[in-house]
């Protein structure tokens, strides 16, 4: 029995080091309507931090580390930023990089370069349209409760 427990410490601490972290910071909800606010996303574009929130949440479910695949680029971050048009991830041809920064700056815990990438893309489209977590889950809908109590 205590070999088979060593020999399980031993293989949880080998996987913990040998693979990538995929989990990044999850943001508590209240703590990312104060961030949001405090960076001014209440009425930017016509927006709400509300319409914010629950863009986050069915884009990243708050996770700063988030990703997606979409078979040639990816989303990155918080915000899913795409490695298409917004950041350079050095492996999606062709890529604008609009925002001017590495796609793996947007999946740190230091959301300064992620807020100004998401109000740029925000700014240029005149609202949250080019986010389909958004214009799927949120549009026209009541999203009073993704605020309610922070």
């Not at 080998?14 to 943001?27: D, E, H, V």
């Not at 580390?65 to 298409?84: C, E, L």
């Not at 796609?103 to 609202?127: P, T, V, Y």
């Amino acid at each position: 029995m205590r070999k088979s427990m060593l020999f399980l410490g031993f293989l949880l601490v080998f996987l913990g080091l040998a693979l990538p972290g995929t989990q990044g910071k999850i943001i508590p909800r209240c703590e990312m309507v104060k961030i949001l606010r405090q960076k001014g996303f209440q009425g930017f574009e016509g927006t709400t931090v509300a319409d914010w929130m629950c863009l986050v949440k069915h884009e990243s479910d708050y996770n700063t580390k988030a990703y997606h695949d979409n078979g040639g680029s990816r989303d990155y971050g918080i915000f899913q930023i795409n490695s298409k048009y917004w950041c350079n991830d050095g492996r999606t041809p062709g890529s604008k990089n609009a925002c001017k920064i590495s796609c793996s700056k947007l999946q740190d815990d230091n959301l300064e370069d992620d807020i100004r990438c998401a109000k740029k893309i925000a700014r240029e489209a005149h609202g949250l349209s080019p986010w389909y977590g958004w214009k799927n889950h949120c549009r026209g809908k009541d999203l009073s409760s993704f605020v309610r109590g922070c």
